[in-house]
C-alpha cells in the first residue's frame, strides 16, 4: 500500500531563498490539497487541486506561495524569498472522493525551518 | 469566528481507561462533515472517523466513536480501552457542503500513562 509521499522530510533553508516541496499523492487519487501547520495548531488549508486544476486557493496565500500538479499526478509547492513566518510542517493531502464526507489521506509532511 | 473549538490542551488518562475529547463547531450550514484525525509524532495526520451532519446514528469505528449532539454542536470522541499507543496529538475538523476546505480545531495532546 503505498500512501501519500511527501519530499523531503526536512528542509533548513535561509531568509530569502526559494525552496519547493514534492507530494506524490496515492495513485488513483484525483483530489490533492495542501495545508501548512505551526506549532500547537491545527493545519490551514493552503490550495486544492482537481486533477491539473487548481481549483481553489487559500486568501491567506501570499504571492510568494505556487503550487502546481502538472498531468494530474505529483505535485509541487514552491516558496519564493522565503521568511521566518514560513517556518511550519507543509502537509500534503489526497482523496478520491467528493463531498463533504471525503476522507484525506495525508504524508508524513515536510518540516520547513528558516533561519 | 472560530468554527472548531477544542477546549483540552491536554489531557492524561491511564492506559485501559476510556477517554473523551470535546470538540464543538460553529456553522449555519445544513450539510456538513465532522471529522477527528489522530496525528503521532511521526507527523502524519490518520483519519478516525466521520460523522455526517444527517447521520441519526453516532459514528463507530472500532475503539472509536463520536457522540454526535447536533442541537448543541458537539462531536466528542469517546476512545475505549486505551492503550499506550494512543499518546498523540488528536484533532477535530469540519467540512461544510460546498467548501473544499477542512476546517480544524487547534487539537488536544493525549497522554496514556502505563
Known amino acids: 500500500d503505498t500512501g501519500v509521499s511527501q519530499d523531503p522530510r526536512h528542509k533548513i533553508t535561509k531568509r530569502g531563498q526559494n525552496v519547493t516541496f514534492r507530494c506524490d499523492p496515492i495513485s488513483e487519487h484525483n483530489r490533492l490539497y495542501w495545508y501548512r501547520q505551526t506549532l500547537g495548531q491545527g493545519p490551514e488549508f493552503l490550495t486544492y487541486?482537481?486533477?491539473?486544476?487548481?481549483?481553489?486557493k487559500s486568501r491567506l496565500l501570499s504571492d510568494r506561495f505556487s503550487a502546481e500538479r502538472p498531468k494530474g499526478s505529483f505535485s509541487t509547492l514552491e516558496i519564493q524569498r522565503t521568511e521566518q513566518g514560513d517556518s511550519a510542517m507543509y502537509l500534503c493531502?489526497?482523496?478520491?472522493?467528493?463531498?463533504?464526507?471525503?476522507?484525506?489521506?495525508f504524508g508524513s509532511g515536510t518540516q520547513l525551518s528558516v533561519l | 469566528a472560530q468554527k472548531i473549538t477544542q477546549t483540552q490542551p491536554g489531557m492524561f488518562v491511564q492506559e485501559k481507561e476510556a477517554v473523551t475529547l470535546d470538540c464543538t463547531y460553529d456553522?449555519?450550514?445544513?450539510?456538513?462533515?465532522l471529522f477527528w484525525y489522530k496525528q503521532p509524532s511521526s507527523g502524519e495526520m490518520i483519519f478516525l472517523i466521520y460523522q455526517g451532519s444527517y447521520d441519526e446514528q453516532n459514528a463507530t469505528e472500532g475503539r472509536y466513536s463520536l457522540n454526535f449532539q447536533k442541537a448543541r454542536k458537539s462531536a466528542n470522541l469517546v476512545i475505549s480501552a486505551s492503550q499506550l499507543g494512543d499518546s498523540a496529538m488528536y484533532f477535530c475538523a469540519m467540512r461544510e457542503a460546498f467548501n473544499y476546505q477542512l476546517i480544524w480545531g487547534a487539537g488536544t495532546k493525549l497522554i496514556i500513562k502505563p
Open positions: 487541486f482537481q486533477n491539473e486544476a487548481q481549483l481553489e
Open positions: 456553522t449555519s450550514d445544513q450539510s456538513y462533515g
Open positions: 493531502a489526497s482523496s478520491s472522493e467528493g463531498q463533504y464526507n471525503e476522507k484525506l489521506f
